[in-house]
């Protein structure tokens, strides 16, 4: 893969001047890796699990190489013909992303999930689920614990199909999120911990096949015990299309808006609105081109601890823009081989100053297959 500003670095910065040794912005990156997937059945059970280990090495930013490890079990379960459901636990290891943190020195996050699903169909046409969810977030650097998370969210629904035939969704669920190494100031260390109350509506219309609508609307709450004045709510929703227009033709779109809590000392949650398009077109059996664009912006709140927040609330402390923009070609000249030649093109702007980019990334990845197909 080859990266033309890997360190997300405005246009007029270089990396000595932000504190690296090194005068390359862009590099070149080889990340060797091999996986071993499958699944085990038995009755009507069935195990699903999947390993790897990817090795990261840059030509001349030897100081960020580093090696991960990714796993994944999904157990699929049922009992009677009543109730089924799954349970999952996985874990990711990534390099933190410049885009959002830049450092001289690598930062290994490893994100650990847990996952459960039990749904109960009293007939055909109506479903009962609830379900929990666990995401530990965890940084290798002292200076990057209190950015060391855990949030727990639990969901409980009730679906039922309409006269129409598409299935409608009512849900409510609650999130609890806690930063155990954080705190708001040095001298009062205030808990940042919050919940999240969360009541929606959704439903998912099938119009063919391989075609269909999904739409959720809701409404969502924070709010933070030991500090009340930083509590806020608003509207969250999403919408999504896919379309098969043909054989060889597919269409995607979709917009969703979101209160999210943000990994950033010095601000307390965003709203994130993003919309993306996209198409794939199936050039043979063999060959696949995709393409399409992703678009964001996300609104930071302000410093919780500063003078103007305590009397008159959370004011905007940074929008960003973001659009990615890609083209990807796969190709599968034999059963067991795939190769896929990608291209993104990046561009954010900010009303901070040192938050604007620009980046081209190339990656072509090659891949063989061994065991049974």
Do not use: C
């Not at 609650?174 to 009062?188: D, K, L, Q, W």
């Not at 034999?334 to 040192?354: E, K, V």
């Amino acid at each position: 893969m080859r990266d033309d500003n890997l360190f997300r670095l405005p246009d007029a910065e270089t990396p000595r001047s932000v504190g690296l040794s090194t005068d390359h912005r862009d590099d070149q990156m080889l990340a060797p890796f091999a996986s071993v997937a499958g699944k085990v059945q038995g009755g009507r059970q069935e195990l699903d699990y999947l390993g790897s280990v990817t090795r990261q090495d840059f030509v001349h930013n030897r100081g960020f190489d580093e090696t991960f490890r990714n796993y994944s079990l999904d157990w699929k379960w049922q009992l009677t013909n009543d109730w089924d459901g799954d349970a999952s636990n996985s874990l990711q290891e990534s390099l933190t992303s410049f885009a959002s943190y830049f450092s001289t020195v690598p930062n290994r996050e490893s994100t650990h999930t847990d996952h459960f699903l039990a749904q109960w169909h009293p007939r055909p046409d109506r479903r009962i689920g609830v379900r929990y969810d666990e995401i530990r977030g965890l940084n290798s650097l002292s200076s990057r614990n209190y950015f060391d998370f855990r949030s727990s969210t639990g969901r409980a629904e009730i679906a039922f199909d309409s006269a129409l035939g598409h299935e409608i969704v009512l849900g409510v669920s609650e999130n609890r999120t806690e930063y155990p190494n954080r705190t708001i100031v040095s001298f009062a260390p205030i808990d940042n911990s919050f919940r999240q109350h969360q009541v929606d509506v959704s439903t998912r219309y099938a119009f063919s096949g391989k075609s269909s609508i999904d739409i959720l609307y809701g409404y969502a709450k924070r709010y933070y015990a030991d500090v009340p004045n930083r509590n806020f709510s608003g509207p969250v929703g999403s919408a999504s299309l896919t379309y098969q227009a043909g054989a060889r033709l597919a269409l995607t779109a979709g917009i969703s808006r979101d209160l999210n809590g943000i990994d950033d000392l010095f601000r307390i949650y965003t709203i994130s609105t993003s919309a993306r398009a996209g198409f794939g077109y199936a050039v043979s059996t063999k060959v696949q081109f995709e393409a399409g664009e992703n678009a964001s912006r996300s609104d930071y709140k302000g410093d919780p601890s500063n003078l103007y927040t305590l009397f008159f609330g959370p004011a905007p402390a940074r929008i960003d823009r973001e659009r990615d923009i890609y083209s990807r070609l796969i190709w599968s000249p034999r059963d067991r081989w795939n190769i896929q030649l990608q291209q993104m093109l990046s561009h954010r702007t900010s009303t901070t100053t040192g938050f604007d980019f620009r980046d081209r990334t190339v990656q072509i990845q090659l891949s063989y297959r061994v065991g049974a197909l």
